[in-house]
């Protein structure tokens, strides 16, 4: 089953917020965090991580917080979810490099190759602002 980590599902969460705030708004961890009753230092975390990825930008102080650091428009759903998770995969063998016993002799490996890739690309298709606008 393909199924995103609770952080992936929380950084959505933050990541939807910030784009509905506007892209030069920062807020903190905290305010995202009660938002949405998310714990706060994973939150923290997760934003971290995001920020790391370049997929926001964090600023210190009183002022202080986390913003987009890209138009909401421009950041997809995949690349928040990789920052997070890691590459999309649907089985074990989904990395091209892969030592498996059956490798040589199996059938379902290019298939769910495609059906991953058509996964991934509807991910890459879908802007943090397309999911920020769904959730009105």
Do not use: F, N
């Not at 807020?27 to 971290?48: C, F, N, T």
């Amino acid at each position: 089953m393909l199924r995103l980590s609770k952080k992936a599902d929380y950084a959505l969460m933050a990541m939807t917020h910030l784009a509905l705030q506007g892209h030069a708004v920062a807020l903190s961890a905290r305010e995202i965090a009660e938002q949405y009753d998310i714990p706060i230092e994973l939150l923290a975390k997760v934003l971290q991580r995001l920020a790391r990825q370049g997929l926001l930008a964090s600023h210190q102080g009183t002022r202080g917080g986390y913003h987009l650091a890209r138009e909401a428009t421009t950041i997809s759903v995949a690349e928040v979810i990789q920052a997070i998770d890691g590459p999309v995969l649907v089985t074990a063998c989904s990395e091209e490099l892969d030592d498996c016993e059956q490798y040589s002799k199996c059938r379902v490996r290019d298939p769910l190759w495609r059906i991953k890739e058509r996964i991934l690309a509807a991910l890459e298709a879908y802007s943090v602002l397309d999911v920020a606008t769904d959730m009105k």
